[in-house]
């Protein structure tokens, strides 16, 4: 069970269809406009009411481009997804009465939680950011940084009391439909330990090291790659690409933009002044790119196309973040908004980028500036070549596999 963007819901493609090859009935619960997504995994689908897109271009929604990452922002969205958690209530518990587990990402855990109780089930929590208090680094949802390490750990128990009110006006009135729960389920493994409920967080240790004050139970697994229904990029693309040299990659993910035909302009334009040719992907910001240097994109599979460019600029989504270290090419970061700071900061720290460009910031004079030193700098690509090569190594997807397995006396395969 998962909401919010595309980055929210396809690392959940790829659990899901290790799940199925392990013999477990699977269902990805989330927007019907991401059921695609699962075409050919295995994995099957119950659609949510919402569409984050339409809400993101709707006047409410608009309205967030006014203010920037931080507390501020944070309470608006905040605000606006508290009056759409609701309308997904219903959907959440028909999912659930026809499962055996329930698997929650972080934005839909404190709904799921409720309805795990309520049904008897056993759940699990599959993240993508590093959500739980730590002195290490402020909450990823603020931004990124450090404000010292009680700051950050204070930091951190405000935000997690902010989204437990997003659900607050739901929650009371799931356990009063759904009742007590029959019979206690006793918790297994780690999400024993101090009663905490067990957390698998799918990134890598090497982006971001498991905090070291985290309790037991917590653990890091490395990342859940996507499933990818295609295997080939399409005969366009295959043949720009073969076309020249390495073009650089752009692209915004489902980040919205109040001035697509500048931001593009700028893009291209930076591009130019650094000789680089571009393959700019159109995104829910809609970007736009004409000429022979450059190419336009719909959704293409990152883990087909990136190896094959020069560098990356993006918005440093946590699976966008996640496909460029593994193509093992330098990075460009230009953050938008929430956790995006968070994953521009550790790209710059492993030294796979030369500096953030916030999108509030980006001109054509600083994306030439960060592209000059992305692509030429050898520093850059061989730091970024080397961690590409170890996260490549890892398989975070067995983790949850044997995770749900310990949901279930035996580990005998059940419906998720």
Known sequence: MTAGSR??????????????????????????????????????????PVDPRTELESERGRGLHRSST?????????????????????????????????????????????????????????????????????????????????GNRLAGHGVARGVERIFAPVVPSVRARLGPPAVRRPAAGPRALRGRQRVLHGFSPLVVPRPRDWPPGLDVTGYWWPYDRVSRLPAALDAFLAAGPPPV??????????DPGRLSADIVRALRRAGLRGVVQRGWAGLTADGDDMLTVDDVPHSLLFPRTAAVVHHCGAGTTAAGVRAGVPAVPVPVQFDEGFWADRLVGLGVAPATVPLRRLTADTLTEALLRATRDPGHRERARALGARIREEDGTARVVEAVGDLEPGGAPHSA
């Open 7 to 48: 980055g929210d819901v396809a690392p959940f493609t790829g659990v899901g269809h290790a799940l199925a090859r392990a013999g477990h009935q699977v269902t990805l619960v989330t927007h019907a406009r991401f059921a695609p997504l699962v075409t050919g995994s295995g994995v099957g689908f119950h659609a949510l």
């Open 70 to 150: 931080g507390p501020g922002k944070l309470l608006r969205v905040g605000r606006m997804a508290r009056a759409l958690v609701g309308r997904m209530t219903d959907d959440l518990v028909a999912a659930a009465r026809e499962s055996d587990a329930l698997l929650l990402s972080a934005s839909v855990a404190p709904l799921g939680h409720a309805i795990a109780e309520g049904l008897s089930l056993p759940s699990l929590d599959l993240y993508l950011q590093p959500v739980d208090p730590t002195r290490e680094f402020a909450p990823p949802l603020l931004g990124g940084g450090s404000w010292g390490a009680v």
């Open 249 to 258: 990659f752009v692209g915004l993910g489902s980040a919205t933009v109040p």
